[in-house]
């Protein structure tokens, strides 16, 4: 192949990158305009909708009791795949009411956010991979093909993320205490997903904590009754998240926002991670032990790192993550403490709610949801989770 057409060859691909950069240019910038035309209607609707309960000082706390969400009499939502905009004023009228709308429009706001995201990363990414091209050799036909792949791979990527985006397209971003707030509502309604999603602290975002103090503020207050009310009724996850919260050697590695909203309890972590060990399926004679995902996390990390403690379990299996730390805590607990722990496990299989598997539906396409995430962290709850249950 002559340099020219070498030459060639590389502006096609370049042009090509660079068109789909300016389409990811025009989006985000769409949306941005978005964001300072309608600021002031969209945050009005949005205060109606998700903040007309929301706190406003340190002083609020979960219900004595949060009531039993069952979503048999809950009307159906919109479809997944309808665009955002067309769907947004009725999600935030029926949030008002409903529990499960409250959860939806939370969850549709946290995924325009991550493609809003992504998509800057993508646009970023995109000169290096230019520069990345131009230097590497075309000697060879072996050499033009790595750089064709590499040059394809990244267009069908970004092409594939403008196409996700359309969903969130002419939607501006509400603020994050609204945000917050329909999360709230939908979790003390008792709505699992949000209830879940909520106490476990994945509604509020490090890059806006400091936008959003009175929130948190209040979840402190909150989360732990919150989370213990998700726990009784069969909720796996929460149980993990919980028995982490409590353990004392929670502050090995990163501690959750639960854990900050909670004291430590050795008896009571103790008592959860063997309640959390019984429910789970018995190993098969024989069996060939489920393998790891590359990215660390069992059944599906998605990069992030699997049920395990203080950082040395990251890979383990839950059963033998979970022993990890029931032998951690037996050790350091007197025999009247673990035997205390024991018998608390053996009352609340009589009397909570059976926990249920851990498993949430996955997009399509997307990698399953992993069972248990490092440090009792839990994934994020999915659009699709928000429905009536």
Partial sequence: MSDTTRHGRIVIWLLALAATAAGMYYWGRRSGEQQLGARAPAAEVAAQGGSRNAPTGAAGSAPATIPRYTGTAARPLPSL??????????????AADEPAAACRLAAEMEYCDGLRQR??????????????????????????????????????????????????AQVPPITPEQRTGYWRRAALAGHPAAMRHYASGNAFRFPQLLDNLP??????????????????????????SLAYAYSPG?????????????????????????????S????????????????????????????GGGGGFGSLPPREAIDAQINALSRDLSPEQASQARATAAERAQSWTAPAA?????????????????????????????GPT
């Fill in 119 to 168: 998509l800057s990363g993508a646009e970023n990414n995109l000169d290096n991979l230019e520069r990345q091209l131009e230097r590497m050799p075309n000697d060879t036909a072996q050499q033009r093909e790595q750089r064709q792949r590499m040059a394809d791979g990244y267009q069908s990527m970004t092409e594939k993320l403008l196409s996700q985006s359309e969903h969130c």
């Fill in 81 to 94: 795949d309808t665009p955002l905009r067309l769907v947004l004023p009725e999600l935030q009228r029926r």
């Fill in 215 to 240: 929130a948190l503020a209040v979840y402190r207050n909150e989360a732990e009754s919150v989370a213990r009310a998700a726990a009784e009724r069969g909720d796996s996850r929460m149980i993990a």
């Fill in 280 to 307: 789970l399926p018995a190993p098969q004679p024989g069996a060939t032990p489920e393998p790891v995902a590359p990215g660390g996390g069992w059944r599906g990390g998605g990069g992030r790192r699997g049920f």
């Fill in 358 to 386: 851990a498993t949430a539906p996955a997009a399509a396409g997307a990698p399953p949801s992993p069972m248990f995430l490092f440090q009792g962290a839990v994934p994020d709850v999915q659009r699709q989770e928000c």
């Fill in 250 to 278: 929670r502050d090995s590695g990163r501690r959750s926002l639960l854990s900050q909203a909670v004291q430590p309890n050795p008896v009571e972590s103790l008592s959860l991670f063997l309640q959390l060990r019984d």
